[in-house]
């Protein structure tokens, strides 16, 4: 890996426009990744790696792929042009916090912290939650998926864009749920499903 590492160095170094690839250094090499590295005007799938280095806080224009991560440094709460999936993590440090302008996957997440309260431009997946603490009122552009949560807190007002899915909510009706968000200054623009009808 060594000598692999200096090949790319020694290349770079006679052409400045041929930089040691991102992956590699994340993987072999992240101290010395930079601030250029971390600008990614695309795509980056990094679906290969299970931890990141505290160091990386990328900004992304395209999807970040991150599904076999299993645990999130305090430091990177990235911006993400696209969307995020981080569909192995079940916890999430309370710092974490990310822009994200497509879709956040989050879906095997059983917990979050009070700090949480992401914007997200697309959809926000959160399928194994049981339960949300009552500062969780995350901004949504699409649809936010609750499915699993069994009751919701006096307080919430979340802001969503598309439909708000709660089958597994049984003590309430969409339009109890509804009434709830709105008079707490939520808004959903989309339809509100529960797991009761009257």
Do not use: A, C, W
Not at 169 to 184: A, F, G, H, S, Y
């Amino acid at each position: 890996m060594t000598n692999i590492l200096n090949l790319f160095k020694f290349i770079e170094s006679k052409r400045p426009e041929y930089r040691v690839p991102l992956k590699y250094k994340l993987k072999n090499d992240p101290d010395s990744i930079t601030k250029e590295d971390m600008d990614v005007k695309g795509d980056l799938d990094l679906s290969n790696l299970k931890s990141i280095p505290p160091t990386f806080n990328p900004t992304v224009g395209g999807d970040l792929d991150l599904p076999n991560l299993t645990s999130l440094p305090p430091t990177f709460n990235p911006k993400v042009g696209g969307s995020l999936n981080l569909n192995s993590l079940t916890s999430i440090p309370p710092t974490f916090n990310p822009t994200v302008g497509g879709n956040l996957n989050l879906s095997s997440l059983t917990s979050i912290p009070p700090t949480f309260n992401p914007t997200v431009g697309g959809n926000l997946y959160l399928p194994s939650l049981t339960s949300i603490p009552p500062t969780f009122n995350p901004t949504v552009g699409g649809y936010l998926n609750l499915s699993s949560l069994t009751s919701i807190p006096p307080i919430f007002n979340p802001k969503v864009g598309g439909d708000l899915y709660l089958p597994s909510l049984k003590t309430m009706t969409p339009e109890q749920v509804r009434k709830l968000i709105e008079d707490n200054g939520g808004t959903v623009k989309g339809k509100i499903y529960t797991g009761k009808i009257k």
